[in-house]
């Protein structure tokens, strides 16, 4: 029986360069996201091109009852899933009063709660499998505080910690727990946060979605815990380490405000 790797927020950005690098090792994959036609051509595309069965599910992983189907469907079905990349995330900037709770608590439910259900359900399936590999897709945000992107960086942080305590728990059910924490990154995600990627500084020097996704698929047969991909973004995760934390989050604080776009 063929096995599958599952990747949320699959239908374009690191998602979609994710599923490609594994469908290129030809991999079986299952690919999440909401946008039927955008799943639809993408595996259709991978397919073809690699040989591979990709199969896809639509759902909004913010709204817990269709998460809840998903994960009952997944749970109760025959396939058998040894790989499960916790991508799909969303941003949000400006400031966190002025947004209404219904942003602040879809970027929750998706970044945060919905990552932690599946890797509690399938953590638990892969135990019963023998073992199995969790990658969880968190950021350099998540290395310190983001104001003006609060939630966005705290929800980054949660991702990292969480990842790193399961890995220890895990450890001993031969199941893996690595983190992605790419820094920016050409995609989609920036329009969505309403952020000005050309008022980036080094907007220019961004990696690409592949470049981030090549660089964590080969991390990941290393089992390398915390997956950085960019010498640049090494460096600046190490920030935290040396700068005061007040003066950092001033700093990304200053840079996140010059960037939201109004
Ligand atoms: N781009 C960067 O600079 C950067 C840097 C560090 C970390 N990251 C992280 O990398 C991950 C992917 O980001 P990206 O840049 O590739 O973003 P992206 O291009 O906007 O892609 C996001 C993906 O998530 C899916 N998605 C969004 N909301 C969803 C929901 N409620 N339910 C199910 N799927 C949903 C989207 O598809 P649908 O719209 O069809 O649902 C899409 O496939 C995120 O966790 C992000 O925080 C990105």
């Not at 950005?13 to 039927?36: F, H, M, N, P, Y």
């Not at 609060?150 to 983190?179: C, I, M, Q």
């Not at 050409?186 to 000005?196: D, H, K, N, T």
Request: net charge positive.
């Amino acid at each position: 029986m063929p096995r599958y790797a599952l990747i949320t927020g699959a239908s374009r950005g690191i998602g979609l360069a994710l599923a490609e690098a594994l469908a290129r090792r030809g991999r079986s994959l299952i690919l999440v996201a909401r946008q039927r036609d955008a799943l639809d051509s993408v595996a259709c595309e991978l397919t073809q091109r690699f040989g591979v069965e990709v199969l896809f599910r639509v759902c909004d992983l913010s709204n817990p009852l269709q998460l809840t189907g998903l994960l009952l469907e997944l749970e109760q079905g025959e396939r058998q899933i040894d790989l499960l990349v916790n991508n799909a995330g969303i941003g949000l900037s400006g400031s966190f009063l002025a947004h209404e709770w219904a942003d602040e608590q879809q970027l929750l439910e998706l970044n945060v709660l919905a990552m932690t259900r599946l890797c509690h359900s399938l953590g638990n399936s892969m135990v019963a499998l023998g073992g199995g590999k969790i990658l969880n897709v968190a950021s350099l945000a998540g290395f310190q505080a983001g104001p003006w992107m609060s939630s966005y960086f705290a929800s980054k942080a949660y991702v990292l910690h969480l990842s790193e305590g399961l890995r220890e728990e895990f450890r001993d059910y031969g199941v893996t727990v690595s983190t992605l924490c790419p820094g920016p990154t050409r995609s989609a995600l920036y329009r969505q946060a309403g952020i000005a990627e050309q008022r980036m500084r080094d907007s220019k020097r961004m990696l690409s979605a592949e470049e981030v996704a090549l660089y964590a698929v080969r991390a990941l047969d290393k089992n390398r815990a915390i997956i950085i991909p960019g010498w640049r973004t090494r460096l600046l995760s190490l920030l935290p380490r040396v700068l005061p934390r007040a003066l950092l989050r001033r700093r990304v604080g200053r840079m996140n405000k010059a960037v939201i776009q109004r």
